[in-house]
């Protein structure tokens, strides 16, 4: 079975500095996607980036960046100059290669920004 | 990104009584949709999978006779809790996913159950 590890139940960081937030996963499947989602207190789930397994390049959206490391089922969110808008909860999440396959989700990890 | 809609937003009832939960594709068919569970501060936990036209797909641990999931079409799921009882009180996320490989899921709202 599929599971999804978040080790850092909560994280802070200064305004305008960079967090990390770190995510393991298992599985024995080769086809797979990884994702990053973050829910602020209004609750709705938002994408915040994805990587399909199949590509080794490292996806990256605006101030936010993954560092996939296949081989160690490692998955690390990065966020550079944090805002306080990304103060949030942050769910790694698997998904098998079909769209029509559960996601997965780890526990969580809350994010704080200090002023 | 596409949008999904959930009805109601938050909804109290009383014990014993039964409480349908909708979720709808706005502007794309969704094959499937799945429904979450979550406690506060707590992660998501899927319920249930449904396909249009075809029976819900439950995991382990959730009472398919008191959570009743209907796909109707390939716009619309419910989410029926049945004689609903106060640990049943929780926020209630539907997500939907269209065909394609690369489909992204798309999470609504939620809708917050109180059971009194």
């Known amino acids: 079975a599929q599971t999804v590890t978040q080790s850092q139940p909560e994280m802070s960081v200064q305004e305008a500095e960079t967090v990390t937030l770190s995510c393991t996963y298992d599985t024995s499947e080769s086809d797979y996607y990884l994702f990053w989602y973050k829910q602020p207190p209004s609750r709705q789930m938002i994408l915040v980036i994805r990587q399909e397994a199949y590509k080794q390049q490292n996806a990256t959206e605006n101030r936010f960046s993954v560092n996939f490391q296949k081989a160690a089922k490692s998955f690390s969110l990065k966020i550079s100059d944090s805002q306080l808008g990304d103060a949030a909860m942050y769910f790694c999440a698997y998904r098998r290669g079909s769209s029509a396959s559960k996601i997965i989700f780890g526990s969580g990890t809350r994010l704080s920004i200090r002023p | 990104g596409a949008v999904v809609s959930q009805h109601p937003s938050w909804v109290i009832c009383k014990s014993g009584t039964s409480v349908k939960i909708e979720c709808r594709s706005l502007d794309f068919q969704a094959t499937t949709m799945f429904w979450y569970r979550q406690f506060p501060k707590q992660s998501l936990m899927l319920m249930a999978t449904?396909?249009?036209?075809?029976?819900?797909?439950?995991e382990q641990g959730v009472e398919k006779d008191k959570f009743l999931i209907n796909h109707a079409s390939l716009t619309l799921s419910t989410l029926t809790v049945t004689s609903a009882h106060p640990e049943d009180s929780s926020f209630y996320i539907c997500s939907a996913g269209g065909s394609g490989r690369a489909f992204e899921q798309f999470f609504g709202p939620g809708t917050r159950l109180t059971v009194l």
């Open positions: 449904s396909n249009e036209g075809s029976k819900a797909t439950y």
